[in-house]
């Protein structure tokens, strides 16, 4: 039990994660930095997801669980606020109720960001792992003569490498909440079922931020999570985003070399490859009603750009019209299954 004002700020919205909060919350307790609150907005859960968090905080009074009427992830972003207004911390940390942290996260990023003043967002690696947290993929970086721009020093000078690659995994977030405030909490809108891009997006253009060249936690991939379910809708929307942020500041994309012709070139050959994994998903699911929609959206749009997924399209598509599942192919030529 923890009787101080909490530096940090956890919060963990959760949907019918029964099988996951337990892990999620038992490393957020393993942290080896204890000046934190854990705030999970639990939106309706149908399983026994609840109940669980509010056996924790039966013994954790550092762990405050709210729950509510379910509104959807496409009001996640009302979700996030209404946590940040419970926020005592003056650090916010996300950590989604499917996910989890390794010890020393919160220590290192507390850390940079009190040494740091300027910082207005610390961000680092991440492992993608299988549901089981059995097998488990660095997320992170590659190429070490870019870790510059990681540190946005100057604001705005990371904003080609996000746009492109969008690398900063939500678990590894953690904000100076007087920024979030300035830029009116957290972000969502274009119907983008998520708040980290957005938000990141704005925290950007107004402070540097602070990488942590190590791993601090695993993001957990499975077929039903919500990255996976809205795949090539996720793309899409976020293209929209991203021409808005165009729109508004014109002299930072020009001072980038950011054109709209090479954007529209990027998301063209994106939405081919987020189409083909999207109709990918939905044949582990069994939705071969969509996957057939989705290969034949990657198949038929966007021109001649990236003609090897339209191939792999064209195969599931295939395998959806006879409704099998494409992950013992997968297997067999090396790729990696997504279940």
């Given at each position: 039990m923890n009787?101080?004002?909490?530096?940090?700020?956890i919060?963990?919205p959760?949907?019918?994660?029964?099988?996951?909060?337990?892990?999620s919350?038992e490393s957020v307790l393993?942290q080896?930095?204890?000046?934190w609150?854990?705030?999970i907005?639990?939106?309706?859960?149908t399983?026994k997801t609840f109940?669980?968090?509010?056996?924790?905080a039966a013994?954790?009074?550092?762990?405050r669980?709210?729950?509510?009427k379910?509104?959807?992830i496409?009001?996640l972003g009302?979700?996030?606020?209404?946590?940040?207004?419970?926020?005592?911390?003056?650090?916010?940390?996300?950590l989604?109720?499917?996910d989890?942290?390794?010890?020393e996260?919160?220590?290192l990023?507390?850390e940079v960001l009190?040494?740091n003043?300027?910082?207005?967002?610390s961000w680092?690696?991440a492992?993608?792992?299988?549901?089981?947290?059995s097998y488990?993929?660095?997320?992170a970086?590659?190429?070490?003569?870019?870790?510059?721009?990681?540190?946005?020093?100057?604001p705005g000078?990371?904003?080609k490498?996000?746009?492109?690659?969008?690398l900063?995994?939500?678990?590894?977030?953690?904000i100076r909440?007087?920024?979030?405030?300035?830029i009116?909490?957290?972000v969502?809108g274009?119907?983008?079922?998520?708040?980290?891009?957005?938000?990141t997006?704005?925290l950007?253009?107004k402070?540097?931020?602070?990488?942590?060249?190590k791993?601090?936690?695993?993001?957990?991939?499975?077929?039903?999570?919500v990255?996976?379910?809205y795949?090539g809708?996720?793309t899409?929307?976020?293209?929209?985003?991203?021409?808005?942020?165009?729109?508004?500041?014109?002299?930072?994309?020009?001072s980038h070399?950011?054109t709209?012709?090479?954007?529209d070139?990027?998301?063209?050959?994106r939405?081919v490859i987020?189409?083909?994994?999207?109709?990918?998903y939905?044949?582990i699911r069994k939705?071969?009603?969509?996957?057939?929609?989705?290969?034949?959206?990657s198949?038929?749009?966007?021109?001649?750009?990236?003609?090897v997924w339209?191939l792999?399209?064209?195969?599931?598509?295939?395998?959806?019209?006879f409704?099998m599942d494409i992950e013992w192919?997968?297997?067999?030529i090396?790729?990696?299954?997504y279940?």
């Amino acid at each position: 039990m923890n009787s101080q004002q909490p530096l940090v700020s956890i919060i963990s919205p959760t949907y019918n994660h029964e099988k996951f909060i337990a892990d999620s919350i038992e490393s957020v307790l393993a942290q080896t930095y204890t000046n934190w609150e854990m705030i999970i907005i639990d939106d309706g859960s149908t399983d026994k997801t609840f109940d669980i968090a509010l056996e924790y905080a039966a013994n954790e009074s550092r762990i405050r669980p709210f729950t509510q009427k379910n509104i959807g992830i496409f009001r996640l972003g009302e979700s996030y606020n209404f946590a940040l207004s419970h926020c005592n911390g003056s650090y916010v940390a996300i950590l989604e109720c499917d996910d989890i942290w390794l010890p020393e996260k919160l220590s290192l990023q507390v850390e940079v960001l009190e040494n740091n003043p300027q910082c207005v967002l610390s961000w680092g690696k991440a492992f993608l792992s299988s549901v089981d947290l059995s097998y488990n993929y660095m997320l992170a970086p590659k190429n070490s003569d870019d870790q510059d721009l990681f540190f946005n020093n100057p604001p705005g000078i990371f904003l080609k490498k996000f746009i492109y690659h969008t690398l900063i995994p939500a678990l590894t977030i953690v904000i100076r909440k007087e920024a979030l405030l300035s830029i009116g909490g957290f972000v969502q809108g274009f119907n983008l079922p998520l708040v980290d891009i957005p938000t990141t997006l704005e925290l950007l253009m107004k402070g540097e931020f602070a990488f942590v060249d190590k791993p601090l936690g695993s993001w957990r991939i499975y077929p039903n999570q919500v990255t996976k379910t809205y795949t090539g809708q996720m793309t899409t929307s976020y293209y929209a985003l991203i021409q808005s942020v165009m729109q508004r500041f014109p002299a930072l994309f020009e001072s980038h070399g950011l054109t709209k012709r090479e954007i529209d070139e990027h998301f063209r050959n994106r939405l081919v490859i987020s189409y083909s994994r999207s109709g990918r998903y939905k044949l582990i699911r069994k939705d071969f009603k969509g996957a057939r929609k989705d290969y034949f959206h990657s198949i038929f749009n966007y021109g001649w750009t990236q003609p090897v997924w339209k191939l792999r399209s064209v195969v599931g598509l295939f395998f959806s019209l006879f409704r099998m599942d494409i992950e013992w192919l997968a297997k067999i030529i090396g790729n990696a299954s997504y279940k």
